[in-house]
């Protein structure tokens, strides 16, 4: 599994991104994903994730402001960002779950990961 993330890019307050995490080699179409992010200085923090035929988790801080979906036939999960405030800048890293399940916050349960796309949210 290579997972490629893109989307990301310098906005402003209050401004909308939207990433998308896929795999060239089309082998996580039955597997949950997840997003993560680490900002500078601070532990990587779970963000949202999505099961293969159901099943969504968001963030306490995200919620009601990011969306996750998928594409399953394109093997692609998108991660919309509306409202982004300054504390949302970070790396973002996508993951594939161990399973088809949504696998929720735990790290630990993903077995790949992406090569990070960075967001820096200015004031």
């Known amino acids: 599994v290579q997972l490629q993330a893109s989307g990301g890019g310098p906005v402003q307050a209050g401004g909308s991104l939207r990433f998308s995490c896929s795999d060239a080699r089309r082998t996580f179409s039955n597997n949950g994903v997840g997003w993560f992010r680490q900002a500078p200085g601070k532990e990587r923090e779970f963000v949202a994730s999505i099961g293969y035929r159901s099943g969504v988790t968001y963030a306490d801080s995200v919620k009601g402001r990011f969306s996750i979906s998928r594409d399953s036939a394109k093997s692609t999960v998108s991660l919309q960002m509306d409202t982004l405030k300054p504390e949302d800048t970070a790396v973002y890293y996508c993951?594939?779950?161990?399973?088809?399940?949504?696998?929720?916050?735990?790290?630990?349960?993903?077995?790949?990961w992406g090569q990070g796309t960075e967001v820096t949210v200015s004031s």
């Open positions: 993951a594939s779950c161990r399973s088809s399940y949504d696998c929720g916050s735990d790290p630990s349960l993903y077995r790949y």
